[in-house]
């Protein structure tokens, strides 16, 4: 069992950025892959940005969020962070953390809202 909270959304016009990040209850050492969603309204929950176990592990992004958004995780601090660069109207949505253990078993953060304005 772990407890994700997220931080760090808000407000921000078109063109700026914001920093997203997730801390958990307990050692993220253990889990497989550490990853950022979001949710607009009316649309499903989509993937923006996976990490891979190690601290200097792989990364996948959605095609959408390539080459502005960075996903970072400190096994140290138990935080997993998302640095959003060059922000759209179209990134706005509920940003979520989400974690998956060994046996699959997937634990979800309960989101912070990031209004993009344009």
């Known amino acids: 069992q772990v407890q994700l909270v997220e931080s760090g959304g808000g407000l921000v016009q078109a063109g700026g950025s914001l920093r997203l990040s997730c801390a958990a209850s307990?050692?993220?050492?253990?889990?497989?892959?550490i990853g950022w969603y979001r949710q607009a309204p009316g649309q499903q929950r989509e993937l923006v940005a996976t990490i891979s176990k190690s601290s200097g592990g792989s990364t996948d992004y959605a095609d959408s969020v390539k080459g502005r958004f960075t996903i970072s995780r400190d096994n140290a601090k138990n935080t997993v962070e998302l640095q959003m660069n060059s922000l759209k109207p179209e990134d706005t949505a509920v940003y979520y953390c989400?974690?998956?253990?060994?046996?699959?078993?997937?634990?979800w953060g309960q989101g912070t809202q990031v209004t993009v304005s344009s």
């Open positions: 307990r050692s993220i050492i253990s889990f497989n892959s």
């Open positions: 989400r974690v998956s253990n060994s046996i699959g078993l997937l634990y």
